[in-house]
Every structure is written in C-alpha cells, then in structure tokens.
C-alpha cells in the first residue's frame, strides 16, 4: 500500500496545532491537513481548562513581564510586545465569532479584571514606577493603580480581608482583562475546521518517528489502540506536541535542534468552587515570584469561567518532575540527552542551584503548606473551601550559550529547519494567548511566498484588521481594533454594547 500524501501534518491537538490549522484552512482551504494526537481527546494536556491558569496575557498584571534594570529603570519592551501580540489573537478570535465559528463567545473567553499586588514599601515603589511606565503608553492607557485600602478592597476583597490599616500595600487595575479557556477554544478551532473534506483528525495516534525524504517527511503513526503502524508524507510537518517538542524534534534529525535541552517544572493549583468565595472575587491578581523562584511561579489567585461555570485558582505551586508531558513517561528527560545538549543541561544545573531548591521545597508542600502560602495571599483562607488538583507541566528551554555553556529560559521560541518544511515550538510563556502571533510566525517560515502573495494577505487582514500596525503608535487605530474586538467578543462591561 502507498503511503498516503498530505499537505501539512499537525502533531497535537493543543491550542498550537489548532490555531494554526484553522488559520491554514482560511488562508487556503485547498491544502489538505491531517491532525494527530496521541490521546483520545483534543486538549487534554497543557491547553485543557485546569491545566493552565487561562489568563489571557497581555502584560497587565504579570510583574515578571516588566523587569527593573540594575539602574532602577523599568522595563516595559516585553509587556508591549505581548499587549500586542494578545491584541492579534482577540481579533482573530472576534473573526471566528462573526464568521459562525464560535457561536458564543463566552463559552472560551469573558472580561476578568487583571490585577498585580504588592505589599511592603520597596515592592510598593516598584509597582508605582511600572503603572507610570506603563500607563503612558496607549496600550496600557487604561491601567489604574492605588494604595488606598478602600479602593483595593473594592477591586479584591478576598486578598483585603483582615489586613490592617498600616501596611502598605498597592494593586493596579485593567478592567478589560480576559479570562479564557484554551481548552474550549482548541476544540472549537478543531470542530470549525474539521467541516472541511480537506481535513483529518485522528485522535489516539501517535507519531513515533518522522524523517525527511526526497518526496517530504516521512511521519510515522501508531494506533493507541490496535498497535498499528503507517506512515504519511507531508509536505509540511508542524510539532504542536506542547512539553513533548523537544523529543520529536530530536526524532526528525535536523540539525536546527542541536545544543537544546528540555528542564520540565510540574505544577499544582488549590482549586475552589466554594460559592461565598467565588462570588466575591472577580479578578486575576497576580503577586511577585519569591526570590529564586522561577518567573512563572509568580503567584496568583484568578477567577476562571470553564462551561459557564465560575471556580477559584491559587498558584501554581511548582514541582520536580522528569515527564514533558502529563501523560509522558517518567524517563523523558533522560532520553532527551544528546550529546549536543549535555554540556548545556549540566551548565544550567550549575548556574541554577537556587531554583533546583526552590523547586525541591515547593515539592515537598503538603497542602497544609499549600493553604498556609495562599493565607499569604487571602488571609482568611480555609483548607476545607479548597482542595489540590495537578496543572501542566512546562518544558522551559535549555540552549548552548558561550559564556555559561548553557542558559535557562523562560520564554517560547519557534525553531524551524532552513528550508521551512518542519516547525516547532519550545517553552511554554507567554504560551497560550499568544498562539496566533506565534502560528503566523510559522507561516511566515513555512510559506514565505504564499504569506507575501496578495490572496492570503487579503484573507489574513480579514482575520486580523490591524495586522502590519504598530497598535502601540496608532492610538485610533488601537482604540477601533479593542471597539471591535470587545463588542463582538462580548468583553465589554455588563449593560455596555
Ligand atoms: C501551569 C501552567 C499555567 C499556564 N498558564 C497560562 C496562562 O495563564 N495563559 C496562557 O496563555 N498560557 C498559559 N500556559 C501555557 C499554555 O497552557 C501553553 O502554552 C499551551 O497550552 C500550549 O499548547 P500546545 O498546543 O503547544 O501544547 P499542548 O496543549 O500541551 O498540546 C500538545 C498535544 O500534543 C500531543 N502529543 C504530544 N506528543 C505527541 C505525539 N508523539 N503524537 C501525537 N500527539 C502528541 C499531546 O498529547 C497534547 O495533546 C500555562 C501552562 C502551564 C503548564
């Protein structure tokens, strides 16, 4: 039997491969796509609801996002780019919204205000610098910030309870924050481009080799169920395998994924449904990361909005693991070693002693440890209003540097092979809010002349009005494209239209 042919192979039915499928099968709905995922349901690791805190990141309640320089200086560069980068998806998504894709909105995403807060003088000073940095740029125009306790304990009541009336203590505001379930949205992508005949999906398949030909990649997929084998040529070949990248990166052979290594962090969150409390906090308020913490273990207590239903979150407490994936095997990280990454791995090992304790302790929290952190955070917190449930886990990046021998990151980055026919995406932050920007990164690798050609520009400025504009320098263009996008995503306050 001759191996059968597809235009574009998608590995992983997370929010990645999702998003960029559907933005494939706009641009050109001839192109032919199969989709693989190893489990029997789409988004069931990194992009399911739970798994991740659904934070629509734009940069407005992260402090890691907006660093302070050694001379003081507060720097705002990435929470511009990321603030912009949201933008894209919110106009994609509002694109979906009108042409049918998604018939409400507010089954993947709703308006929850992004808060950061500080306590203690220093931290205090920090954060009114970074709202002064931040606020004078138009994205960020709408930001409030305070130090009055009665103002803080109407934006978060729950963190304000039983705090006394000396301590200092600041919280900025963004109203139009988002929430979103990167779950519900993957499915949605998935459900509104599998109406195409040009589309496969196959769920409980797993890839298990892929190499290149003369002819294309060779992908290789097993059956979960029944064991069997086959392969497929792609002309294209797109890893969204979340955490489990890296290996399948290593599988294809290409010499791009040289001197990187993979660092997986796993993670829990205190979860509670609890009605007296859910009803009283209708934000995400994000604190600072301890010191040696790594900057995504910056904690934060966040409304979420999964199947219409409103939960609490606090976390996330971060852990060891060896596993890139939820459902991964325990000898991932081993089996990652390659000679060209070695060197790098046992580098950030030495530089990164510090984090390694961090995580160690954090592992060893039991969870009377868990809700005495969060009391931190709410001092009133009690145990039996919340229980322990496992978030994903995150690969962060190892890469080859001179001077160290190898270096940590914390970021995302899309490795692709010179010739564009293979792409990936490794790490994790800012993750899922920024699939968009990321997938059309890919595009851009994988389809040069097509990107450029005027048929898709003309479908990809459909998609995304305001693309090719610096939003951040073009205030009536910025306050058009979040007119559009909140109305039609229903962001809007409540009796707004
Ligand atoms: C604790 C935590 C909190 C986070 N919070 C946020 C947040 O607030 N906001 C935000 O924007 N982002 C957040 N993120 C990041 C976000 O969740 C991820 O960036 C995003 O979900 C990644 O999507 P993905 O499609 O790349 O991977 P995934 O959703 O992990 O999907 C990968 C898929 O590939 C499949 N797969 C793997 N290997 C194979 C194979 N060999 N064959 C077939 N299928 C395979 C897997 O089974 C899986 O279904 C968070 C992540 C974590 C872990």
């Avoid at 039915?13 to 693989?36: K, Y």
């Avoid at 660093?67 to 933008?87: M, S, T, V, Y």
């Avoid at 970074?130 to 803080?152: D, G, K, V």
Wanted: net charge positive; with cysteine; hydrophobic share 45%.
């Amino acid at each position: 039997m001759s191996n059968k042919k597809v235009d574009v192979l998608l590995v992983g039915a997370g929010v990645m491969s999702a998003t960029l499928g559907r933005l494939l099968a706009l641009l050109d709905p001839s192109r032919t796509i199969m989709l693989v995922e190893q489990l029997s349901k789409t988004a069931q690791e990194s992009s399911h609801p739970l798994h991740n805190a659904g934070t629509g990141h734009a940069g407005y309640c992260e402090l890691n996002y907006t660093p302070q320089k050694k001379n003081g200086e507060i720097e705002i560069a990435r929470a511009l780019k990321i603030n912009a980068d949201f933008e894209q998806s919110l106009q994609f998504w509002a694109h979906l919204v009108e042409r049918g894709d998604i018939a409400d909105p507010a089954r993947f995403i709703n308006r929850v205000a992004h808060q950061s807060f500080v306590a203690g003088a220093d931290d205090v000073d920090f954060l009114r610098r970074r709202h002064a940095a931040l606020a004078a740029h138009p994205l960020f125009a709408e930001m409030e910030y305070s130090t009055r306790h009665a103002r803080l304990s109407d934006w978060m009541p729950l963190v304000m309870a039983q705090r006394g009336s000396h301590e200092k203590l600041a919280a900025t505001y963004v109203a139009h924050g988002a929430d979103v379930d990167f779950g519900a949205l993957t499915r949605k992508l998935i459900h509104a481009t599998a109406k195409s005949d040009a589309f496969e999906l196959h769920l409980s398949h797993a890839v298990t080799g892929i190499k290149r030909h003369a002819d294309g990649w060779h992908v290789r997929i097993e059956d979960a169920h029944t064991g069997a084998r086959r392969t497929v040529v792609a002309r294209f070949v797109f890893i969204g395998a979340g955490g489990a990248a890296l290996p399948l990166l290593q599988k294809a052979g290409v010499e791009e994924a040289r001197g990187y290594g993979g660092f997986p962090v796993s993670g829990h969150w205190l979860v509670s449904r609890a009605p007296h409390l859910v009803q009283r906090h209708a934000s995400k308020v994000y604190g600072k990361a301890p010191v040696g913490a790594p900057p995504m273990s910056v904690p934060h207590l966040d409304l979420r909005v999964i199947g219409g239903d409103k939960v609490l979150l606090y976390g996330p407490f971060a852990g060891i693991t060896t596993k890139f994936l939820k459902q991964g095997s325990r000898f991932d990280l081993v089996a990652s070693l390659r000679g060209g990454n070695l060197a790098p791995m046992l580098a950030v090992a030495r530089d990164n002693l510090d984090l390694m304790r961090y995580l160690a302790a954090q592992a060893m929290q039991g969870f009377d440890d868990r809700v005495d952190a969060l009391r931190g955070f709410m001092r009133d917190a009690d145990g039996k209003d919340w229980q322990l449930a496992p978030a994903g886990k995150r690969v962060q990046i190892i890469k080859s540097c001179a001077e160290r021998g190898g270096r940590l990151e914390f970021g995302t980055e899309i490795v692709a092979t010179r010739d564009g026919s293979l792409a990936t995406l490794l790490g994790a932050s800012p993750g899922a809010s920024t699939a968009v920007s990321a997938m059309l990164e890919v595009l851009r690798h994988a389809f040069p002349q097509e990107m450029k050609s005027a048929a898709w520009q003309r479908v990809l400025h459909e998609m995304i009005p305001a693309l090719g504009v610096k939003l951040d320098t073009h205030p009536r263009e910025l306050d058009a494209v979040r007119r559009h996008t909140r109305r039609v995503l229903r962001l809007e306050p409540a009796g707004q239209k």
